[in-house]
Each structure stands twice: as structure tokens, then as C-alpha cells.
């Protein structure tokens, strides 16, 4: 019983190298996209502690299902991630091209960066992919299980909706 043991150990501190290899391997992936995850953490919650608990379960998620995830592979854990916390997938045109024309050109940042947070989930993932991870079309519906036009539709109505929304915040 004393030598398998033994035995065990030895293998053990063989291994030690190796394990030490795959953690350089994931502080490495890691640190290329951490920054990014964070901040669509960041903007599909609006909270700082959940933003930091959607970017570590996204990682966890990807290197559990790969050694050396992918940008790709990180990007759909991340949608798996935040399917968990918010319904994402439906679009629906409901905003009307009028109530956008008052906005004008010197609107204040901190309402447009109210009316990116207070988009609905999907259009704001779209939008947050589009327009500020510069993500194609085909990629983004890739990642949510839409058709193209789907995203671009998905895009136009989170850009209808941001313009009507700082509309309003500047009356």
C-alpha cells in the first residue's frame, strides 16, 4: 500500500510542470480578454459586482469546454452566460422614427449611456457587439441563433431606441 502511494506522489510531482503550463496558458487567454468580457459584462448589467461575476463564470464556462478557448468560443459563453440572467433572442419593431428627430447633435454622454443600459437585453447585446465590439453581422448571429437580418434588425431598432430614449432626457 506504502509504494502505490508512493508511487502516486511521484506522478504527482510530475505532473506539477504541466499543470503549472496550463495556468500560464489560462492567465494568458485570460488577460487578452478579460477587459473586453468585463465591459459587456458591465453594460448588460450595470453592476459592477455582477459584471465581475458574469466575466469569471464566462471564463469558467469557456475553459471548461476547451484547454485554449477561442475568441469565439469565449464570446458564446459569454450570450450562455447572460441567457442565465435575462431572456435574450426576441425582437420586436416597436419604436417610432418621429419621437427620435429632437435629439440634437451636443447630447450629454451620460444619457447615452443611459440609453444603452435601459435597451432590452437582446437589442442591447446586438448593439454592444455591432456598434462598439465592431462584430459582422454574421458573427453576432452566430452567437444568439438569429438570422442576420435578425441582428440588423435587432441594430436598427437599439439605434431607434437610444435616439428616442435621449430624446426624452434632454426635454
Known sequence: MASSFQGAIENAALLVPAIETQKSAYREIYNEHCHRIYSLAFWMTDHELLAEQLAAN???RAFACNNRPQPEQIDRAFVAEVRELTPVGTLSLSSTPAA??????????????????????????????????????RRIASL??????????????????IRERVAQMQR
Open 100 to 137: 427620435a428627430e429632437g435629439v440634437r447633435r451636443n447630447m450629454k454622454r451620460i444619457h447615452l449611456e443611459r440609453a444603452v443600459v435601459e435597451l432590452p437585453a437582446t437589442e442591447k447585446l446586438i448593439f454592444l457587439l455591432s456598434d462598439v465590439e465592431g462584430y459582422e453581422h
Open 144 to 161: 444568439l441563433g438569429v438570422t442576420e437580418n435578425e441582428s440588423r434588425l435587432g441594430l436598427h431598432q437599439a439605434r431607434l431606441r
Open 58 to 60: 464566462t471564463f469558467l
